[in-house]
Nanobody, 123 residues
């Protein structure tokens, strides 16, 4: 799976931003997609994930209620709607995927990664 993120940028605290991830694959096997983020000097952390058909989602506690992950089945596109942003959300955001059915948070499970898009929240 090849993944390309877009939509990062600078936003004021309390604002919103929407990230997109376009996926391309040569097989019809189902794959889970997820968002991870990495702030300077910190380890990469799980943000949210969604099943192959969009029916199941899973969020990190830190973003639950503020972020919404969605996916358009058949068009290989995933989004992350981020609301009520704060400075702790500043990070490089990565789209990731793995072939499978279970929605999981473990970084090591995801075999495919995008290049990342930077989100900066100013206070």
């Amino acid at each position: 799976v090849q993944l390309v993120e877009s939509g990062g940028g600078l936003v004021q605290a309390g604002g919103s931003l929407r990230l997109s991830c376009a996926a391309s694959t040569r097989t019809l096997n189902p794959y889970v997609m997820g968002w991870f983020r990495q702030a300077p000097g910190q380890e990469r952390e799980f943000v949210a994930a969604i099943s192959w058909n969009g029916a199941s989602t899973y969020y990190a506690d830190s973003v639950k209620g503020r972020f919404t992950i969605s996916r358009e089945y058949g068009k290989n596109t995933m989004w992350l709607q981020m609301n009520s942003l704060n400075s702790a959300d500043t990070a490089d955001y990565y789209c990731a995927a793995y072939y499978g059915l279970m929605v999981v948070a473990a970084t090591e499970k995801y075999a495919y990664w995008g290049q990342g898009t930077l989100v900066t929240v100013s206070s």
